[in-house]
Every structure is written in structure tokens, then in C-alpha cells.
């Protein structure tokens, strides 16, 4: 009798590579804007904060480039993504038909234990309100939509929408310090958590749309932080490895 062998079965379990942890912790960084955009990022820096060499850095700053996060010069080297107001405007129009369109799916798969997680959920975000704890809404706010989506039970509608969620995150906490942002979010909020505890679809979605274009407008509004100076101006030349 032949026995067939998986190979991969036969590998040693390794731990993440050094590179992915590092792209790991400035991608925090970059999200929590102690890396502002057009930031230029110090190699040298972040390899001694780290107790590392160059290389990993180097590796780490390539994956984050392919996410949009990171813009590579060439021999001027890498500086946190500046995203423009056309961009946030195009992506917004597509994540409104997105997200609108989970919203519609989720009410309509919608069940016991779902409408339960999506309440607890919420009860952090009436939480962080009362606390008027900004980042802890922000947080709260990510992990209902990702609960929203998760509900769509669409990989390809989550894996798309995720993307673009990535991108607005160089300016999306921003939105929030606008005058009456936080109060009117979680108005939203409240109205679509009881449209999707009814299963009613179409009002989820409308719901959803309204709630990310005010989104949009918010961030038009919110006070921008001191731009980076320009790349030109500030970056050493690099040599090459």
C-alpha cells in the first residue's frame, strides 16, 4: 500500500520572521500617527530603538510600501504615506457601496448570537462616549464594522473593504476630534445597531452609506495636524546598501 507524505507536516513550526514583527510595530505606530504622514523614517533610529540590525528594518519598511502605507525614494529612503483629498474622496465612494452593501447582507443573516455580540459592542462604544476616551471610540467603532462585515460572510467583500480601511487610517482618527463628531457617530450607531437587530436590510444600508459620508465630511472638517516638511527638504542622501 502506498503512503503518501505531506511535507509541510514534516516542517519545524517557526516564529514569525524578525522582519514581520518589525512591520508589525510601526504599522501601529504609523496607525497611532506617532509616525505622522510624510514623515521620513530613520532606519538607522529604529534599528538601535529595537536592538536590531538595519536589514530587518529595510525588509519591514518594503512590506508596509506594498500595503500603501510607506513610500520608498530612491537614495532619499522611506517616509510614511501622505494620503490626498482626492484620494480619501475616491476611496470613501467605494467603501460606502461596500460597507453599505455588508450592512444589507448582515441584517439579513443576522441571529441570536450575532445581534448579542453586535450589542456588546456597542456597549463599549456608549462606554468610551461617556468617557469621551477618543481612541477607545475609534477602537470600539473598527470592531463593530469588522463585526458587520464579519456577519456579510463575504471573504472577498472583508478582504477589500480591509484594504481600504488600511488606507484611511493614515487620516481616519482625525475625524473624530471634529466639533460634535463623536456624539453624532454614535447617534449613528445607535440607529443602525436597532435597523440591524430588526433584520431590516435596506434601512441597514441606507444607515451605513449616510454614516460614512458623514464620516468623509468629518474628516473634511477635523483639524489637520502640522504637515511633514517636504521629503526634498529634509532627507539626508542614503547611500546604497
Known sequence: MIRYTNMND????????????VADRLRQRIFRHELAPGQWIDEQVIAAELGIS?????????????EGLVTLAPRRGSFVTQISDKDLDDIFSV???????????AAERIDERAKA????????????????DIDGFFDANQAFHREVQRLADNRWLLATIEDLR???????????????????????????????LAGDSAVSERLMRE????????IHAAPRP???????????????P
Request: glycine letters at 4%; zero cysteines; charged letters at 25%.
Open 10 to 21: 514534516t516542517l519545524p513550526i517557526t516564529r514569525k520572521a524578525l522582519y514581520q514583527e
Open 54 to 66: 538595519r536589514t530587518p528594518v529595510r525588509e519591514a519598511l518594503k512590506v508596509l510600501a506594498a
Open 95 to 105: 467603501l460606502i457601496l461596500l460597507e453599505g452593501h455588508a450592512a444589507r447582507l
Open 117 to 132: 455580540r453586535l450589542k456588546k459592542l456597542h456597549e463599549q462604544l456608549e462606554a468610551a462616549f461617556r468617557a469621551q
Open 166 to 196: 488600511q488606507k484611511i487610517k493614515l487620516s481616519r482618527h482625525q475625524s473624530l476630534f471634529s466639533s460634535g463628531r463623536l456624539e453624532q457617530s454614535l447617534g449613528e450607531h445607535r440607529a443602525l445597531l436597532q435597523a440591524l
Open 211 to 218: 454614516h460614512l459620508t458623514h464620516g468623509r465630511a468629518a
Open 226 to 240: 502640522e504637515p511633514a516638511a517636504p521629503v526634498a527638504a529634509h532627507l539626508p542622501e542614503q547611500p546604497s
